[in-house]
């Protein structure tokens, strides 16, 4: 009744000599745990006016959470040279399976092997470099062009002994294949949803991958570009003998028929897996046969949506399955007359045949691979000295700051960016007009650099924090596929943006610093910026900890104005008697140390008394009579400032270090997400 798997020995026996992978799963099963959705006002409203019996029930279904199988015991094979489609209903478990195949999220049980090898935890690290997978959001540095996202891309996946020029011909080619030459240097962001699925999928061909899984990606394109797009993927597994593995919607008859293989799902189970021709003779068989004309995917995805609901109109089918699958079963099962088309074709399905079938083809072709290798010390050489990464740590390192200087420069140095540290600097600047250096201007001086310093730590936290979610996405996808070392990524992220994020204090403190009349020296004035950027790298490190490990952006937005408004009222802003006991927390804030470190600067000589009253106790009551001056040391002192210049500059370079580092554990701890 049903298509067997089968092994193609040729290829087999050939694969492990090529790169071939013939993919193999069975009884893949996948749970999610959904929490209960009677929670919060439907609670309280129904709860109200429940009797005690309700109440019960209800208590429980609250506290409770469900388990939903998302896989239920998936069983099929992908050989090279084949395309094999994967069909089904919204909801129906293909993403979730093309999930599980990739080896980038986990499955509670069944196998998954490569040429009969199940792969375990760390066979997968080591192959995840050969399976390619473009899942249905395009996932890029978006500031970039096509042709910059292909070439670092080769030149971070490719083996670094290849000469560039070559590297810079594989990317042409793609460029050509894919039909991307026009819009070679066009920022992806400005691309059509088509062109973006290309360089999608292009970015991934580069890397030569044996195994490319792809999740709907003809799903906004044109009729043409779908069929072309479809049309490019058969020819990379017939020429290339690459095993690719697609998910479509609703292919054309003509595209449906060119599939190689087709495995369809429903709510999780496999209710097809075959040939398409065949597809139409089983569908004969359980007498559900596809009306002459009509087209075979949109009748499949007919059957396979109709549920009770919608069950009036499938009456013919239900009882046309019905009696195929319960023939001898008389009137027993009444019930099952009533259930819906997809129920019967999933009941219909004989799974556990199919498994037991790809099992022993793995371990057929295990044994052949064993024969293979026994007479190949050269392959087992080759395994040892397999790495994950096809480029060195200094490598990934410059490339990356390349790809980010590139990439801060579009999202850094942005005009908005630049007129608004323009327009900050010329407004302080005019508030601040010339102050004269003396008793009156004390204060002012030191509000001047409160604002200064505490405005680009919050700037560079909220920045940060709001920026980094989006490229953790694409750092999380590239380390999915072994592009780079996780600290090489944050050296070059570190170091790259540095001059870009400078950039900015110091439009601001050139235009404030001198408008305000701060002081003549010239060293003073880049000893103050000095001090802005740093207090920028501070913040930046806390926005990078709270965006690497909050992935819900409400939470960390939260999170974000607690820390910061927290770290600004421990640092003593505003409250002079902070308890003893919390008295610790000044030592964490990094507007403490940026404030204290440039008002030590700023105040760099004595100051004239000028009667004003302001520094009463050290230039006394009417200037006059008293002090001329008050020295700079008593000035500091009765403004609060603690620490030298240097302890707080490295102070501010300790919080701009270490917090980025826990980022870096964080994201290292973390996995690619599934949706
Ligand atoms: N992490 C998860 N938590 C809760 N439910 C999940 C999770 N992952 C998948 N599901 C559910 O599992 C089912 C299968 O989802 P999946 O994305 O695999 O379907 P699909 O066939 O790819 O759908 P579509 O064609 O709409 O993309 C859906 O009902 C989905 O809501």
Same mark, same amino acid.
């Given at each position: 009744?049903?298509?067997?798997?089968?092994?193609?020995?040729?290829?087999?026996?050939?694969?492990?000599?090529?790169?071939?992978?013939?993919?193999?799963?069975?009884?893949?099963?996948?749970?999610?745990?959904?929490?209960?959705?009677?929670?919060?006002?439907?609670?309280?409203?129904?709860?109200?006016?429940?009797?005690?019996?309700?109440?019960?029930?209800?208590?429980?279904?609250?506290?409770?959470?469900?388990?939903?199988?998302?896989?239920?015991?998936?069983?099929?094979?992908?050989?090279?040279?084949?395309?094999?489609?994967?069909?089904?209903?919204?909801?129906?478990?293909?993403?979730?399976?093309?999930?599980?195949?990739?080896?980038?999220?986990?499955?509670?049980?069944?196998?998954?092997?490569?040429?009969?090898?199940?792969?375990?935890?760390?066979?997968?690290?080591?192959?995840?470099?050969?399976?390619?997978?473009?899942?249905?959001?395009?996932?890029?540095?978006?500031?970039?062009?096509?042709?910059?996202?292909?070439?670092?891309?080769?030149?971070?996946?490719?083996?670094?002994?290849?000469?560039?020029?070559?590297?810079?011909?594989?990317?042409?080619?793609?460029?050509?294949?894919?039909?991307?030459?026009?819009?070679?240097?066009?920022?992806?962001?400005?691309?059509?949803?088509? !062109?973006?699925?290309?360089?999608?999928?292009?970015? %991934?061909?580069?890397?030569? &991958? $044996?195994?490319? =899984? *792809?999740? #709907?990606?003809?799903?906004?394109?044109?009729?043409?570009?779908?069929?072309?797009?479809?049309?490019?993927?058969?020819?990379?597994?017939?020429?290339?003998?690459?095993?690719?593995?697609?998910?479509?919607?609703?292919?054309?008859?003509?595209?449906?028929?060119?599939?190689?293989?087709?495995?369809?799902?429903?709510?999780?189970?496999?209710?097809?897996?075959?040939?398409?021709?065949?597809?139409?003779?089983?569908?004969?068989?359980?007498?559900?046969?596809?009306?002459?004309?009509?087209?075979?995917?949109?009748?499949?995805?007919?059957?396979?949506?109709?549920?009770?609901?919608?069950?009036?109109?499938?009456?013919?089918?239900?009882?046309?399955?019905?009696?195929?699958? !319960?023939?001898?079963?008389?009137?027993?099962?009444? %019930?099952?007359?009533?259930? &819906? $088309?997809?129920? =019967? *074709?999933? #009941?219909?399905?004989?799974?556990?045949?199919?498994?037991?079938?790809?099992?022993?083809?793995?371990?057929?072709?295990?044994?052949?691979?064993?024969?293979?290798?026994?007479?190949?010390?050269?392959?087992?050489?080759?395994?040892?000295?397999?790495?994950?990464?096809?480029?060195?740590?200094?490598?990934?390192?410059?490339?990356?700051?390349?790809?980010?200087?590139?990439?801060?420069?579009?999202?850094?140095?942005?005009?908005?960016?630049?007129?608004?540290?323009?327009?900050?600097?010329?407004?302080?600047?005019?508030?601040?007009?010339?102050?004269?250096?003396?008793?009156?201007?004390?204060?002012?001086?030191?509000?001047?650099?409160?604002?200064?310093?505490?405005?680009?730590?919050?700037?560079?936290?909220?920045?940060?924090?709001?920026?980094?979610?989006?490229?953790?996405?694409?750092? *999380?996808? #590239?380390?999915?596929?072994?592009?780079?070392?996780?600290?090489?990524?944050?050296?070059?992220?570190?170091?790259?943006?540095?001059?870009?994020?400078?950039?900015?204090?110091?439009?601001?403190?050139?235009?404030?610093?001198?408008?305000?009349?701060?002081?003549?020296?010239?060293?003073?004035?880049?000893?103050?910026?000095?001090?802005?950027?740093?207090?920028?790298?501070?913040?930046?490190?806390?926005?990078?900890?709270?965006?690497?490990?909050?992935?819900?952006?409400?939470?960390?937005?939260?999170?974000?104005?607690?820390?910061?408004?927290?770290?600004?009222?421990?640092?003593?802003?505003?409250?002079?008697?902070?308890?003893?006991?919390?008295?610790?927390?000044?030592?964490?804030?990094?507007?403490?140390?940026?404030?204290?470190?440039?008002?030590?600067?700023?105040?760099?000589?004595?100051?004239?008394?000028?009667?004003?009253?302001?520094?009463?106790?050290?230039?006394?009551?009417?200037?006059?009579?008293?002090?001329?001056?008050?020295?700079?040391?008593?000035?500091?002192?009765?403004?609060?400032?603690?620490?030298?210049?240097?302890?707080?500059?490295?102070?501010?370079?300790?919080?701009?270090?270490?917090?980025?580092?826990?980022?870096?554990?964080?994201?290292?701890?973390?996995?690619?997400?599934?949706?």
């Amino acid at each position: 009744m049903m298509q067997a798997t089968d092994t193609n020995s040729a290829t087999s026996s050939s694969s492990a000599a090529s790169n071939s992978f013939h993919l193999r799963w069975s009884r893949l099963t996948k749970t999610v745990q959904l929490a209960n959705e009677n929670k919060g006002l439907m609670r309280g409203s129904v709860a109200g006016g429940a009797s005690s019996a309700n109440k019960d029930s209800l208590k429980e279904s609250t506290l409770t959470s469900s388990t939903k199988i998302i896989l239920d015991a998936v069983s099929g094979s992908a050989a090279p040279g084949q395309v094999l489609a994967l069909m089904g209903p919204s909801g129906s478990g293909k993403t979730s399976l093309l999930n599980s195949l990739s080896g980038r999220t986990v499955y509670e049980s069944g196998d998954l092997s490569i040429n009969g090898t199940t792969l375990t935890p760390q066979a997968k690290k080591r192959l995840l470099t050969k399976i390619a997978y473009v899942k249905q959001a395009d996932i890029f540095f978006s500031h970039l062009s096509v042709r910059d996202q292909l070439t670092y891309t080769a030149m971070l996946r490719l083996p670094q002994d290849l000469p560039t020029a070559h590297k810079v011909e594989e990317v042409e080619k793609i460029l050509d294949m894919l039909r991307l030459t026009h819009v070679a240097e066009s920022p992806i962001h400005l691309l059509s949803g088509g !062109e973006k699925k290309r360089t999608n999928i292009g970015t %991934e061909l580069l890397t030569d &991958p $044996s195994v490319l =899984l *792809l999740d #709907e990606p003809t799903s906004g394109l044109d009729s043409t570009s779908a069929v072309s797009l479809l049309q490019m993927l058969q020819h990379l597994a017939k020429q290339h003998q690459k095993t690719v593995i697609t998910s479509i919607h609703q292919p054309s008859s003509r595209v449906f028929f060119s599939f190689d293989k087709l495995m369809l799902l429903a709510q999780g189970n496999v209710v097809y897996f075959g040939t398409p021709r065949h597809s139409l003779e089983y569908l004969r068989n359980v007498n559900l046969a596809c009306p002459d004309g009509y087209n075979a995917a949109d009748h499949w995805m007919d059957i396979l949506v109709k549920s009770n609901s919608a069950s009036s109109s499938t009456k013919q089918d239900q009882t046309n399955l019905t009696t195929l699958t !319960e023939q001898d079963s008389s009137d027993a099962d009444v %019930e099952d007359s009533f259930k &819906p $088309s997809n129920q =019967l *074709l999933i #009941e219909a399905w004989d799974n556990e045949s199919i498994a037991t079938q790809v099992d022993e083809d793995a371990k057929k072709h295990k044994e052949q691979q064993a024969a293979l290798q026994q007479d190949s010390s050269a392959v087992h050489e080759k395994e040892k000295k397999f790495s994950k990464y096809n480029t060195s740590w200094t490598m990934q390192y410059r490339i990356l700051v390349h790809r980010a200087l590139k990439n801060s420069r579009s999202a850094i140095f942005t005009p908005i960016n630049l007129i608004k540290s323009a327009a900050l600097g010329i407004m302080v600047g005019c508030l601040y007009f010339q102050m004269p250096y003396t008793e009156a201007s004390v204060f002012d001086r030191n509000s001047f650099f409160f604002f200064a310093m505490t405005y680009w730590v919050f700037d560079a936290m909220f920045n940060a924090m709001m920026a980094f979610p989006m490229e953790r996405i694409v750092i *999380l996808k #590239e380390r999915s596929s072994g592009a780079y070392h996780l600290s090489a990524y944050f050296m070059a992220k570190t170091t790259s943006e540095m001059p870009m994020r400078m950039a900015l204090p110091a439009i601001y403190m050139t235009i404030s610093y001198w408008m305000a009349g701060i002081s003549p020296r010239v060293d003073l004035f880049f000893l103050t910026t000095l001090i802005s950027l740093l207090s920028v790298i501070a913040g930046e490190s806390i926005g990078l900890l709270i965006g690497a490990s909050i992935y819900d952006m409400e939470t960390a937005m939260a999170t974000m104005t607690v820390m910061s408004l927290g770290l600004m009222l421990f640092g003593g802003f505003f409250i002079e008697n902070v308890p003893f006991w919390l008295t610790w927390g000044k030592y964490l804030s990094p507007f403490k140390y940026s404030f204290d470190a440039s008002r030590q600067l700023v105040f760099d000589r004595p100051v004239p008394c000028d009667g004003s009253g302001q520094l009463e106790r050290l230039c006394g009551l009417s200037g006059a009579e008293n002090n001329e001056f008050a020295s700079s040391e008593d000035v500091i002192e009765a403004l609060g400032v603690q620490g030298s210049v240097l302890f707080n500059a490295l102070m501010l370079l300790v919080i701009g270090l270490v917090p980025r580092f826990i980022a870096y554990l964080a994201l290292r701890a973390k996995k690619e997400q599934d949706r």
